[in-house]
């Protein structure tokens, strides 16, 4: 296989585990606002945890890993802005 063709590949896989970890954000955050289940901190821990553990496997890319921070950081956010809203 060459070079080229490698690098296509782990660019399409990248691109793959961003949009899935991107959508799980959301379903998280979706999982937080409508039914409460956990907390803000223990959202915040599990992304945390989350991108702790795409650093050690390094399975994504360090542009992958800002952009789930960024989307991670975009849902606390929104969160925020849903509660003052509420009040």
Not at 11 to 31: R, S
Not at 56 to 77: F, G, P, Q, T, W
Request: charged residues 20%; contains cysteine.
């Amino acid at each position: 296989m060459s070079r080229y063709k490698f690098d296509k590949q782990h660019e399409k896989f990248n691109l793959t585990i961003q949009i899935v970890a991107q959508a799980m954000v959301i379903v998280i955050v979706n999982v937080i606002y409508f039914y409460n289940f956990i907390s803000l901190f223990h959202f915040i821990l599990v992304v945390n945890a989350l991108m702790v553990t795409c650093v050690l496997s390094e399975v994504l890319s360090a542009k992958a890993i800002l952009r789930l921070y960024n989307a991670c950081d975009m849902a606390v956010d929104h969160i925020e802005e849903m509660k003052r809203k509420r009040t």
